[in-house]
């Protein structure tokens, strides 16, 4: 089982640029979620999907959107990408909404640099 | 004042000390406690996961939360390199729930 896998690894942009961040699980997980991650700052949610077809606004969704393609693959979307996203993006996957007992697993990262 | 502190460190023990780890929080609607363990450069691992108030002994590791002063510590005995990493808490109000909030993470040196 591969668990979270994330593509690409890295990634640099100019300011107004669009990409999409691939995530995908083969652990048959229904909630999958996408973080980012700077320093000082923790791990926040952008946008988190509880189950296939179902997706909600984090903590940061601004500047965003995702799509649930499938139940294994949930991508974001920077749509026009400014400096303020430069950051390491991580997607997360758990068999439900996580909390307690509920682990999430977490893929490698994505390091985008918007310039 | 951030809902979850946690001193960034970088903390440097020699191989084989006991490590303490910390987080305090202001939120006493927390009831679930996670500490992850971050390897530079890959994502988080979730190592302990605790209910409440108490204990919780894993191997070399133990979990230790005290509700009453809104704190929570890991205790890493005889540490070793291996250890070496990016120590992140996170705590959730409820089982079910998508928000967790997470500490800035503590970067432990363990030196040989």
């Known amino acids: 089982n591969a668990g979270v896998t994330q593509t690409p690894k890295f990634q640099v942009l100019k300011t107004g640029q669009s990409m999409t961040l691939q995530c995908a699980q083969d652990?048959?997980?229904?909630?999958m979620y996408w973080y980012r991650q700077d320093p000082g700052m923790g791990l926040r949610l952008i946008y988190y999907?509880?189950?296939?077809?179902?997706?909600d606004k984090g903590e940061v969704p601004n500047g965003y959107n995702v799509s649930r393609l499938n139940k294994r693959e949930f991508s974001l979307r920077l749509e026009s990408a400014a400096p303020s996203q430069t950051s390491v993006y991580f997607c997360a996957s758990s068999a439900a909404l996580a909390g307690g007992q509920n682990t999430q697993y977490f893929g490698p990262g994505t390091r985008l640099t918007v310039l | 004042q951030k809902e979850v502190e946690q001193d960034p460190g970088p903390l440097s023990v020699p191989e084989g000390a006991i490590v303490s780890l910390n987080c305090t929080y202001s939120?006493?609607?927390?009831?679930?406690f996670m500490w992850y363990r971050q390897y530079s450069r890959k994502g988080p691992e979730l190592l302990m996961y605790t209910y409440s108030s108490g204990n919780k002994e894993d191997g070399r590791f133990t979990a230790q939360v005290d509700k009453s002063s809104k704190y929570i510590s890991l205790f890493i005995r005889d540490s070793q390199p291996s250890d070496s990493a990016t120590y992140l808490c996170a705590m959730s109000e409820m089982s079910g729930t998508y928000k967790y909030i997470f500490g800035t993470g503590t970067r432990l040196k363990v030196l040989a």
């Open positions: 652990m048959n997980h229904n909630s």
């Open positions: 999907s509880a189950s296939e077809g179902t997706t």
């Open positions: 939120n006493s609607a927390f009831q679930y």
